[in-house]
């Protein structure tokens, strides 16, 4: 067996299986679970029949196999949104690529941009973070980096705070803007500081964007490619993004995105999933072109999430140190001192009591400098509809200040 293997941590949600074997949850309340980032929101109408019709078609449906690049017709539906999202201009040919959803991508690139042949390779990632990160660097033979987050910031990362000599062994570098589990969007400066570090140290950006379409301010959320390109750099050197329709659409299940950038890295990419076997179905090619091509569903989409954080987040804010997030559809709140910071107890007896899933923040980052930045805070996920997040909301409430809280 591959002896990496064994460095790979349990996921978070196996460990919120662990925690919470045992418990009966309340009697006579019905479920909520916010713990799993999973949308919940209807798939538009229009990309189910694409997704039909596709499969019904006797040529071009699934009597072929497709090629690992996608049809020209998918890749001119990612330049034309691209276009359209952010006002560039990508080659379709040479500087986008389909992907099975962001996830399956997030880790083949690692596994194509990481030379393990170096001394102690690096791979350095935010703290809290998505933990495909990390496996993905662990698994490519490289040793992962936290890097430090300021609560008071909104958990921003502090680049600064990585040392000289991380940065020289450093060979990839993730971002997720807008952020996971914080919701908070990297402004241009940001960005200038990374393109900077790149330059110097040599290392691949790769920039996971996959809640860019779910916000709560008027301003778009600013993407990686559209920084570069506001910084001069519009050959995207070093950079790629990576975006998915899960969210965007509602069809995580389709398991469709894309990734997009620097034309080098898409080339070797494309070798290596020429070889990772990893072809979008063309019926899932059809859909996504729908998908791709229309805004109207991804408005209406986005609307539902913006009145649904406004009804849900005042009410949460009674009881939590929470507020309403630059983007995404989490909540990432704190718990008050009684519980004494342990966000695990916290989630074990909110279930036992109220019946109702929240995700521990400690599960989420790892300790770095001492301290977990994960400790003491929970992850929400506003997926259910509105109605069911704000019972869950003032099941919660009431917990925090019922009597018997742990």
């Not at 919470?20 to 309340?29: K, M, N």
């Not at 019709?53 to 072929?64: K, Q």
């Not at 040392?163 to 062994?169: F, L, N, S, T």
């Not at 899932?284 to 805004?295: C, N, R």
Request: neutral net charge.
């Amino acid at each position: 067996m591959n002896p990496l293997l064994s460095r790979l941590q349990p996921y978070p949600f196996e460990r919120l299986r662990q925690l919470f074997a045992g418990v009966a949850p309340a009697p006579g309340l019905r479920p909520i679970s916010l713990g799993i980032g999973e949308p919940k929101h209807p798939t538009p109408p229009f990309i189910q029949q694409a997704l039909a019709d596709a499969a019904l078609r006797t040529e071009g449906g699934l009597a072929g196999y497709p090629p690992t690049a996608g049809d020209l017709a998918l890749r001119q539906a990612f330049t034309g949104w691209l276009h359209r999202r952010y006002a560039l201009a990508l080659d379709p040919a040479t500087q986008v690529l389909p992907v099975n959803g962001s996830r399956e991508a997030l880790f083949a690139f690692t596994q194509t941009v990481v030379d393990a042949t170096r001394p102690d390779p690096v791979v350095v990632c935010p703290n809290p973070f998505y933990q495909i990160y990390e496996g993905a660097a662990l698994l490519a033979g490289a040793t992962p980096f936290y890097a430090p987050s300021d609560p008071a910031r909104n958990f921003a990362v502090d680049w600064d705070a990585v040392p000289d000599d991380v940065w020289a062994r450093t060979q990839l570098l993730f971002v997720c803007s807008p952020g996971n589990p914080t919701g908070a969007v990297m402004p241009l400066d940001e960005w200038r500081k990374l393109f900077a570090l790149s330059e110097r140290h040599g290392f691949v950006i790769a920039s996971d964007e996959c809640y860019s379409e779910i916000y709560f301010r008027d301003e778009a959320p600013l993407g990686g490619l559209e920084a570069a390109a506001r910084l001069g750099r519009g050959d995207f050197r070093n950079l790629v993004a990576f975006t998915s329709l899960s969210k965007r659409s509602n069809v995580p299940g389709l398991r469709s995105g894309f990734v997009a950038g620097d034309a080098a890295l898409m080339k070797a990419f494309l070798l290596y999933r020429t070889y990772h076997g990893s072809a979008m179905s063309p019926v899932v090619q059809a859909a996504s072109i729908a998908a791709w091509g229309d805004e109207a569903h991804v408005a209406a989409n986005r609307a539902q999430y913006r009145a649904k954080f406004a009804e849900v987040t005042p009410i949460l804010a009674q009881a939590l140190d929470v507020a309403l997030p630059d983007a995404g559809f989490y909540l990432w709140a704190g718990i008050p001192p009684a519980f004494g910071g342990d966000d695990a107890a916290f989630a074990r007896a909110l279930l036992a009591q109220y019946n109702v899933t929240v995700l521990p923040g400690s599960y989420l980052a790892r300790e770095a400098g001492g301290a977990n930045p994960g400790a003491g805070r929970v992850r929400m996920a506003l997926v259910a509809e509105t109605a069911e997040c704000a019972e869950a909301a003032r099941r919660i409430v009431q917990f925090v200040q019922s009597p018997q809280k742990l």
